[in-house]
């Protein structure tokens, strides 16, 4: 017998609260695009604005932690840097993260080659940075040093925000594939919902977008979706077995059957994102923030979102209203 987190013949009335739902989805969407407009848009990381990560190593004999370092940075003029611990408690080894110099590039540009400019400007930036750190800490080497130009930066944000797109493309002609067209549009609104309130909390915690968000957004995209299209098929096979029954009360029954895999899968899969935001590191830990977040509001959608909108197309344009009208049922 199947281990059920929720009882058999467990009944909550989930599309009763679609109203509520839709005006807490509207509002927290609305409090996204606040905290954009608050904060002056996106805060976004080295990975789309341009920027360098330095990776060093101290000496043993050296006394040094991210707080130390994060003031001596701040002092050289170093506002953005982000300093965070490459390794286990106790490790010598940090990573350092600063925005490209805009002004700097500028000057560097009208100095010489325009192509050589971002790089030139991040050289002398980080030779500056070394130094300071050098004369107040005490030694290191240097275990890498990655740059992403704005140019470069730039194209990476376009790749991005194509690759959402196009993966909201794929789900709408997927979903209309696999059920039909009236089923579609409930899935890619869903998925939307949960990027824009995703991004909409991350941007009030003020998190940094990167590529590891951007990865997160995609996971989560794929997340939501594998829990649509689970609480669709039961809505389909239910359709196709209870011809006559009530449409709010089919689509109840179809969530409340799924309910315990929902929860099972969304609990299994926060214990694992727990584990990596609590041990992972501060390197992995904005994408497990992400994740976390996703997880949340993608398990809301699926239940109060996809539904809702399937509830309301059905109504208008299904083969429901076709009967109740006198109508011979359209076909899908």
Not at 105 to 117: K, R, T, Y
Not at 154 to 174: F, H, Q, V
Not at 271 to 300: D, Q
Request: aromatic share 8%; proline share 2%; with cysteine.
């Amino acid at each position: 017998m199947p281990f059920e987190l929720i009882p058999s013949g467990t009944h909550i009335d989930f599309l009763g609260w679609r109203r509520f739902c839709l005006g807490l989805s509207l509002g927290l969407i609305a409090l996204g695009i606040g905290a954009v407009v608050w904060r002056g848009g996106i805060p976004m990381g080295i990975d789309f604005v341009g920027g360098t990560e330095i990776q060093l190593l101290f000496d043993d004999a050296v006394d040094v932690d991210e707080s130390r370092i994060r003031d001596i940075v701040r002092e050289a003029g170093f506002e953005d840097a982000s300093v965070v611990r490459f390794g286990e408690l106790g490790s010598k080894d940090f990573l350092i993260r600063f925005k490209a110099d805009p002004n700097q590039v500028a000057e560097m540009a009208d100095a010489g080659s325009e192509g050589d400019a971002d790089g030139l400007a991040a050289n002398t930036r980080i030779i500056q940075l070394e130094k300071a750190i050098r004369e107040r800490i005490g030694d290191f080497s240097e275990q890498r040093v990655e740059f992403v130009g704005p140019r470069v930066g730039a194209e990476l944000r376009s790749d991005g925000l194509n690759a959402l797109l196009l993966s909201a493309l794929a789900i709408l002609a997927y979903v209309a594939f696999r059920f039909n067209a009236r089923f579609a549009p409930g899935a890619v609104v869903a998925v939307i919902h949960d990027l824009a309130v995703t991004g909409g909390l991350l941007v009030l915690f003020g998190v940094e977008f990167d590529l590891r968000i951007l990865a997160a957004m995609l996971a989560i995209l794929g997340y939501s979706l594998n829990d649509t299209i689970i609480i669709y098929d039961r809505i389909r096979e239910n359709m196709e077995l209870h011809t006559k029954a009530d449409l709010v009360e089919l689509l109840n029954n179809s969530v409340n059957q799924t309910l315990s895999r929902t929860v099972l899968t969304s609990l299994t899969t926060l214990l694992t994102l727990l584990s990596l935001y609590f041990l992972g590191g501060e390197v992995i830990r904005p994408f497990a923030e992400a994740m976390l977040i996703g997880v949340f509001v993608g398990t809301y959608s699926s239940i109060f979102i996809a539904s809702a909108l399937l509830l309301f197309l059905e109504e208008r344009y299904g083969d429901r209203s076709a009967r109740e009208a006198g109508k011979k049922p359209a076909r899908a």
